[in-house]
């Protein structure tokens, strides 16, 4: 049965009209094009959420290239989590939700240091604009999750595992009171790519003392209302992990270095 809003795929490739969205590929072209061939009909919408492709024999067929180069180009989209390739079903094209089309990147980014300090240089212009907004329309059942969020927290100040979940879940819930839409996909995709910089500077519990502190700030700025001291505390907050952050990379990831000090407050 057709689903509404996504157009037909008949079983050899045309579309309602007739036309081949699956058109021949040369048979030099690398598995590259037949990428960006796929991903456009993605953009498109040709292609959507949950459609399923034409059968591997028949799609190599109709972009005349043989069997094993179209297999390589689906496994390139399926590791950029584009398509779902299910053993015995088919492939089919993902949800396509921001966060699962980066979480591949997290291993890259777990490698280097630069895009590292850029997560946070993205967390700085997303995050002190949400505190911002987040003073201005916050309830209070907003300001309530915030602090029951912010006493787990201190009870987990020895548990890192724990702590960093209900740090991302502070932020979050920060977000959430902006309103904004953009603004909480932004920080999904952020909040992916940044788990491994949280790992490695929340692995120390001087660090984490002083987020809960830190914390402790903003949750009083956005009690206030006080957009301007919302957003400050926030900067702050986000200075004090750059800084732990650099530190660690500094010392190559040791311990031992001085990100394992008592943070300056």
Request: proline share 3%.
């Amino acid at each position: 049965m057709e689903r509404q809003g996504v157009a037909t795929v008949l079983p050899d490739g045309r579309n309602g009209s007739g036309e081949n969205r699956f058109s021949v590929v040369a048979r030099s072209t690398l598995p590259e094009e037949i990428t960006t061939r796929l991903l456009a009909l993605i953009r498109s919408r040709e292609l959507r959420p949950g459609d399923k492709l034409p059968a591997e024999r028949t799609l190599a067929a109709m972009m005349d290239v043989s069997r094993p180069v179209l297999r390589e180009a689906l496994r390139a989209l399926a590791l950029m989590k584009v398509v779902d390739i299910r053993q015995g079903s088919g492939t089919y094209v993902t949800s396509l939700e921001p966060t699962q089309l980066v979480s591949h990147l997290e291993f890259a980014f777990s490698m280097d240091s630069v895009a590292l300090v850029q997560v946070l240089e993205a967390r700085r212009v997303v995050e002190v604009g949400n505190a911002r907004l987040a003073a201005l329309r916050i309830g209070d059942s907003g300001i309530g999750e915030l602090e029951s969020i912010l006493s787990r927290l201190a009870a987990a100040v020895d548990d890192p595992a724990v702590f960093g979940d209900l740090d991302i879940a502070f932020h979050d819930a920060i977000c959430a009171a902006a309103g904004n839409f953009l603004l909480t996909q932004f920080m999904a995709i952020v909040n992916t790519l940044g788990r491994v910089s949280r790992a490695r500077t929340g692995a120390v519990r001087g660090v984490r003392e002083a987020t809960l502190r830190d914390h402790a700030r903003i949750l009083e700025a956005l009690r206030a209302r006080d957009a301007d001291a919302a957003a400050e505390a926030m900067r702050e907050h986000l200075d004090r992990v750059g800084q732990s952050l650099e530190s660690w990379i500094q010392h190559d990831g040791h311990e031992d270095g001085p990100v394992a000090s008592e943070p300056q407050a």
